[in-house]
């Protein structure tokens, strides 16, 4: 390379972010990773080579211009950084904290080629934070704002307020339809609000981010169980013109072994559901406390699996064992999370299946007896296959087994739409590129479409979606 200074730009390394030391963060609930200082980010920013054909932007599920997000960020504009950031992705404070860049944009990024690509989750994540304490998240146009509240379109019921929902609601009022969301819990943001811990990803970070959305005047029903306390016939009837179902991945899978049904048995959704939604780490000044023994096992090894064993070892438990049936290889937990969990001391058992849990004369849950496995040939999901070895069984003694090896499509509202067609794992069978349903009218994304899949994914489908409800609308009704 002839250039020194573009030489010097590639040589610097990736300027990382720092974290909160782990003895006093595993007594708390409070964010492990602490972002960037502004001159960390204008550092970071500065690496990047803004080049032609972005690769970076190809890796991103969404779109975003990053080349363009990053140079604002290196002139220190930081209101325009965030304002490209929002042309294409209503939350930027959650995709900087969650979504798995290491495997899109900055697996993509020209400087990856030599292991160094550009920290854009970590300035992502700059951006929208420095918006929020400078009190500068408002980058929305005011012209076009008035817009989406004067006029009114056709009124779209969106069911589910997780990513792919909020994010089909947002786009839409941009467009100047008139959005209701109906949401079954009490509060809005779905595995954002009642999944991903604290930790990872503060409360309040998406308190502003559904509050953007309703500044667009986009309307949120909270406690409201489509398909319970109110049908899609009866929403037809009230004017909606268009469906959009984002109503995720609810639904825990269990390991079907016997024991499974004793005391101290959870399913991380119930166990996740217990300590972030409903707050059972602020006990007793929220009186909605879980029951945690000293001994957790926590069965499965992706972003559920580690969140539960780290909310675990939070909640005052001694050992807090991950069981998971491959090796570290195969694990789809986020790198990331691997290696937080194991500075926060959560042991891991590898290559180990359970295959029964014993319980004590009241029904509490003892000990686990768990099989060894060795790694045989890839299997459809072309990872290599746990084969027992004959003969090698181990017995675990643990009071609390948390159950964490995936979750199905939120069979709630779906079940009660006979003509929506669904595939043979009971998702909505509708197409990844337009969102379109069996029913003109039913549009659909996120997880229960494609099964648990990842933030980003689903904030993609919504945005997908939201583009078809207008072509829908428009050839339908002219407006
Ligand atoms: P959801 O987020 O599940 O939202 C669906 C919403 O619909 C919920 O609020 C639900 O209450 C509501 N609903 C359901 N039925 C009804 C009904 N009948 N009426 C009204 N409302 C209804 N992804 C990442 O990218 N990075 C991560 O680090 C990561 N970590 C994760 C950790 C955990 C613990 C979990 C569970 C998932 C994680 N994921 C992660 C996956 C990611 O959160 C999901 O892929 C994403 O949230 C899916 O979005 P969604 O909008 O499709 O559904
Ligand atoms: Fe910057 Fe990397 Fe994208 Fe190039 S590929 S514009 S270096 S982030």
């Known amino acids: 390379m002839k250039d020194p200074v573009l030489k010097k730009v590639i040589s610097k390394r990736q300027t ?15 964010e492990v990773a602490l972002g960037y200082s502004e001159e960390e980010a204008v550092e970071e920013a500065k ?20 080349p363009g997000f990053i140079k ?14 929002k042309e294409k992705n209503s939350l930027p404070a959650v995709c900087g904290r969650v979504c798995p860049q290491e495997d899109q944009c900055e697996k993509a990024c020209i400087l990856n080629k030599k292991g160094n690509p550009i920290n854009i989750g970590a300035l992502e994540r700059f951006a929208a934070d420095h918006g929020k304490e400078t009190g500068k998240t408002d980058t929305y146009p ?13 009124k779209v019921a969106v069911i589910g307020a997780g990513p792919s929902g909020l994010t089909c609601a947002a786009d839409l009022a941009k467009m100047g339809y008139k959005v209701t969301v109906f949401e079954s819990l009490h509060e809005a943001g779905g595995v954002l609000v009642y999944g991903i811990p604290d930790f990872r990803l503060p409360g309040s970070i998406m308190e502003e981010e559904v509050g953007f959305i309703r500044s667009l005047g986009v309307e949120i029903k909270l406690n409201t169980v489509v398909g319970k306390s109110v049908s ?28 499974e049904n004793l005391n101290g048995v959870y399913s991380a959704n119930e166990f996740l559901t217990r300590v972030n939604l409903m707050k059972a780490y602020m006990f007793p000044e929220y009186d909605t406390p879980v029951r945690i023994g000293n001994n957790i096992a926590v069965i499965g090894a992706g ?50 299946s359970p295959l029964k849990i014993f319980g004590t004369d009241d029904g509490w849950v003892r000990s686990m007896e768990c ?28 009071d609390t087994v948390i159950c964490a090896i995936g979750q199905g499509p939120n069979p709630l509202l779906i079940s009660t739409m006979p003509e929506l067609k669904k595939n ?56």
């Open 232 to 259: 899609i016939e009866k929403l037809r009837k009230d004017g909606y013109r268009s469906f959009f179902i984002g109503t995720g991945a609810g639904l825990p899978y269990f390991l079907g072994i016997e024991g």
């Open 371 to 398: 099989q060894r496995n060795k790694l045989g040939d890839p299997d459809s999901s072309g990872r290599r296959r746990p084969v027992p070895i004959e003969g090698e069984i181990l017995n675990i003694g643990v």
């Open 16 to 30: 990382k972010m720092k974290k909160r030391d782990v003895q006093e963060r595993i007594k708390g609930f409070e």
């Open 47 to 66: 690496r990047c080579l803004d080049c032609k054909k972005p690769l970076c932007v190809s890796g991103c599920p969404v779109e975003i211009n990053i």
């Open 303 to 352: 972003n559920v699996a580690m969140d539960s064993a780290r909310c675990a070892k939070r909640l005052g438990a001694k050992n807090v064992t991950i069981i998971y049936r491959r090796t570290e290889k195969e694990m789809p937990a986020r790198r990331e999370e691997i290696e937080n969990a194991k500075e926060e001391g959560i042991k891991f058992e590898l290559l180990t």
């Open 72 to 85: 604002a960020i290196k002139k220190r504009d930081y209101k325009g950084s965030l304002r490209v950031l």
């Open 424 to 479: 043979k794992k009971g998702a909505i069978d509708a197409n990844v590129e337009t969102g379109a349903t069996s029913m003109e009218d039913v549009f659909a994304g996120g997880d229960i479409v494609t099964g648990a899949a990842t933030v980003i994914q689903a904030m993609g489908a919504g945005k997908r979606a939201a583009r078809t409800i207008d072509g829908y609308i428009k050839s339908k009704y002219g407006n």
């Open 142 to 154: 005011s012209k076009a704002r008035r817009k989406t509240h004067e006029a009114r379109r056709s």
